[in-house]
């Protein structure tokens, strides 16, 4: 049979047993409607509760401060849409980076259709924001600042704690787009001053369907899912209990082992993007050589054309990415390596590996046997070689 080496963790995950077995018994047995009196219900609303307090735990918040919405995509309209409209009478400014995920990017672009002013701050060649950049952006009419925590596509992770720090000086709400970090690296939102924070439970081994926003408790923002009132009356619709379930499980196995696992995965990466460094002549890493997520390796190659090098990955049984997956089935370059300032071509090159809990030595030893055959061949047949 061929080998499968799955290597694409950043863009989902698959869900661990754990959790899977502790989701089972509320899809049929205890099925109820968080909402209803009965006894169902009332066995559906404990375990809703009981979650928030381990989703809670993971990051220090108050378990009244955790809204559970169905994405990370869905929290972070929420956020944005949710503070823009509810503090317009103060200022319609926002300000995020030039490397957010497509779903920061596009709630920032329609809200300017609306009458909000954005700011899109740019960013190093490693894509870290400089906090003095915040600084400097911030106007009387500055509600709401939005920065990614670390980066979907090359791993960077940002000072958010300084950004945040200069927002509360500020009296300006702070958001951070934690789909990434959440339940990978630690998380206080108390230390680090976090008015808001979104988090997926795909993204760390808990199912589709489940995700939050943290909203600290007396920060000003509106629904915009009305209806029964679900969720402190944020995001109304029957809360879907068996994700919410799988969601907590992920975040307590994720408390418990994070550091283990982060130590195992740092590992991992570095000897990857040493061996890849070694063996394939014209590599270069994109995001920041330390600051990074421990389970994040983003390479560019001159040359070669990083959809081919999918291709040919797949047929060798490795899953990998271009850059995010919400954006690989677009041709456009990704904003991020833009970003960073690579040229399209440049940016048409580069290849996204990234590790979880399953990537073991033998899969990292395979792939770094494979790819540089891939590349030479590639670059044989490339209308950009030398
Ligand atoms: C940083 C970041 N934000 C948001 C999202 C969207 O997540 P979801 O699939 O839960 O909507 C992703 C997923 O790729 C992400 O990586």
Redesign the pocket.
């Known amino acids: 049979m061929k080998k499968k080496v799955y290597l694409d963790y950043?863009?989902?995950t698959p869900a661990d047993p754990r959790v899977v077995r502790a989701m089972l018994p509320f899809f049929s047995k205890k099925f109820g409607n968080t909402m209803s009196l009965h006894s169902f219900g009332q066995e559906a609303k404990q375990a809703l509760e009981e979650s928030r307090e381990a989703v809670a735990d993971i990051i220090c918040a108050k378990p009244d401060e955790i809204i559970f919405t169905s994405?990370?995509?869905?929290s972070?309209n929420l956020a944005l849409k949710g503070v823009a409209f509810a503090n317009k009478e103060k200022g319609k400014h926002i300000i995020i980076s030039q490397i957010e995920?497509p779903?920061?990017v596009e709630s920032a672009r329609w809200l300017e259709s609306q009458g909000f002013e954005i700011t899109r701050l740019a960013v190093d060649k490693y894509g870290l924001i400089n906090p003095e950049d915040v600084k400097r952006a911030i106007r009387k009419d500055t509600i709401l600042v939005s920065i990614?925590h670390a980066?979907?596509e090359i791993g960077t992770i940002e000072p958010i704690e300084e950004i945040s720090r200069i927002c509360k000086e500020n009296g300006i709400y702070f958001h951070t787009?934690a789909?990434?970090s959440f339940g990978k690296i630690p998380i206080d939102v108390n230390k680090m001053n976090i008015d808001l924070l979104?988090a997926?439970s795909?993204?760390m081994y808990g199912p589709k369907g489940a995700?939050l926003l943290f909203v600290r408790e007396g920060t000003k923002i509106e629904p915009f899912i009305h209806g029964g009132g679900h969720e402190g009356g944020l995001r109304s619709s029957t809360v879907n209990t068996p994700a919410i379930v799988g969601f907590a499980k992920a975040c307590q196995i994720c408390k418990k082992e994070m550091k283990k696992e982060n130590q195992r995965l740092s590992k991992l990466r570095d000897e990857l993007i040493k061996g890849i460094f070694k063996k394939i002549p014209d590599s270069y890493l994109n995001g920041h050589p330390q600051k990074r997520l421990p389970n994040n390796a983003n390479f560019w190659f001159k040359f070669v054309e990083g959809e081919s090098i999918i291709i040919q990955l797949d047929l060798l049984g490795i899953s990998a990415s271009t850059g995010?997956?919400?954006s690989s089935a677009k041709l456009e370059p990704s904003h991020v390596l833009l970003a960073i300032g690579l040229k399209p071509q440049e940016a048409h090159g580069s290849l996204r590996l990234s590790l979880g809990r399953w990537t073991t030595k033998e899969d990292i030893n395979y792939i770094l046997k494979v790819l540089p055959e891939i590349i030479k061949k590639l670059r044989e047949i490339s209308p950009f070689k030398r």
């Open positions: 950043a863009s989902t994405s990370a995509t869905e972070n995920h779903c920061i990614i980066s979907n787009d789909a990434q979104t997926s795909h993204k995700a995010s997956a919400c």
